[in-house]
């Protein structure tokens, strides 16, 4: 199968990769416990006593019914400065949109104000489905309480980027007319509730831990689950069913959309994600000389899960300053688990190691493994829209590439070794090779440039 043959080229690569440092293991370590879908012989559980508890509680309706006051606000809420959301909202088309400004903006409501402008103003599908606006701003109230504010990275304005990253995504010329009015409400609806309820803490954590949510959905994509429970279980409150103007077939189908589009951030399934849409989209172009069209749903619904993934992941492809503060976020939300890990007496889980940090080359190994392999993916499927986000990606990862010898954060005892910006310039040129090698000819349809890239690495061991 596709997802095999990039399985196993990927595992050679983190293997070269792990070999240039002791760091370099933990971050070789820490791809593959993330993104590999593990099989039942992998999974390791190991009991605990402090579990999280399932979260459903309704909460700060009222406070919505406050805001509200009869009419809904132009932005969704109640903003002090109407100039300044108004400045915000004309960038909202735009790749580079600043989240943490407009969280301050909208009065740390981001996932309720962005929600409404992009489904209402920008978008008009709540008219479209006969959505009845008060009723979608309480539900969106009750949506972002449920993201826990105390996650560093987790929280309701990652909920809102993911969302407004999709929506200039589905906004381009050459997807536009792709998908359905449905489609498009499906994908930017579940990018709003896709990790509503996060604890801040990894499923293999809640797996290791026989966690209450690990138990209910045994093991596999325990959060995305959750997610999509939380946020249907909701809807069946009356006081927020805001899909009710829908027809039940509509209704139906927008379900199911968003469960396969939500289930399609679960990390573990990048690689097999990756390998269909790369098949996909080469056999439509091969079919329709050279031009990108998904005549079936499956087909559609596909691409359409790896927009969403893509945008999940999109942080690294923004302009530095957002990088950056998105990257300490996410750090400082694995340092934590860390801390509770190490509390429990476990394992700790890679990169979760606040005594033994390696964030540079994390960021390096995520953008080559992870980030890269999937924006370049989509920027075939969207040329040239996408030229700009590869192009900053790679500017990133030089930043971060260039800091690792004289990375402050790493401690003495695990700094890098003397050869290892050497190591880690061959081993990042092979992988650019190798990604070369993939591009042509056939450009990857057949996936048969694989096994050359296999070739190639095993004869310069």
Known sequence: MAQNKFKRMLTRELSQFSETSRSGNQVAEWVTSTYFEKGEDELELEKSKNR?????????IHQAQQVLKGNVPKYGVEVED???????????????????????????????????????????????????PPTFIKYMFVIEANYHKTNPYHNATHGADVMQSCHVLLGYSVVEQ???????????????????????????????????????????????????????????????????GMDDKQRQLFRKMVIDLVLATDMSKHLSLLADIKTTVESSKVAHNGKLVLESYNERMLVLQGIVHSCDISAATKALPIYKAWTERIIEEFFQQGDRERELGMNLSPMCDRQNPSIEKSQVGFIDFIVLPLWETLGELMFPYCQEMLSQLNENRMYYFSR??????????????????NNLIASSEKRKNMRATMTKGDDCSDLSSIDEADETTQNSD
């Open 178 to 244: 792709v998908f359905t009015d449905l489609e498009v409400f499906a994908a930017l609806f579940a990018c709003a509730i896709h990790d509503v309820d996060h604890p801040g803490l990894s499923n293999q954590f809640l797996s290791n831990t026989s966690n209450e949510l690990a138990i209910l959905y045994n093991d596999h994509a325990v959060l995305e689950n959750h997610h999509l429970a939380t946020a249907f279980k909701f809807l069946q409150a009356e006081e927020l069913d805001w899909a009710s």
């Open 52 to 60: 999280i508890p399932a979260i459903y509680a309704k909460r700060i």
């Open 404 to 421: 690792i010898p004289e990375s402050p954060r790493c401690s003495i005892t695990d700094g890098p070794e003397p050869d290892d910006r």
């Open 82 to 132: 109407d100039d300044a959301m108004g400045s915000m909202v004309s960038q909202i088309n735009t790749w580079n949109f600043d989240l943490f400004k407009f969280a301050t903006i909208s009065k740390d409501h981001p996932l309720v104000s962005m929600a409404y402008i992009i489904l209402q103003s920008e978008r008009s599908l709540l008219r479209a489905y006969n959505v009845d």
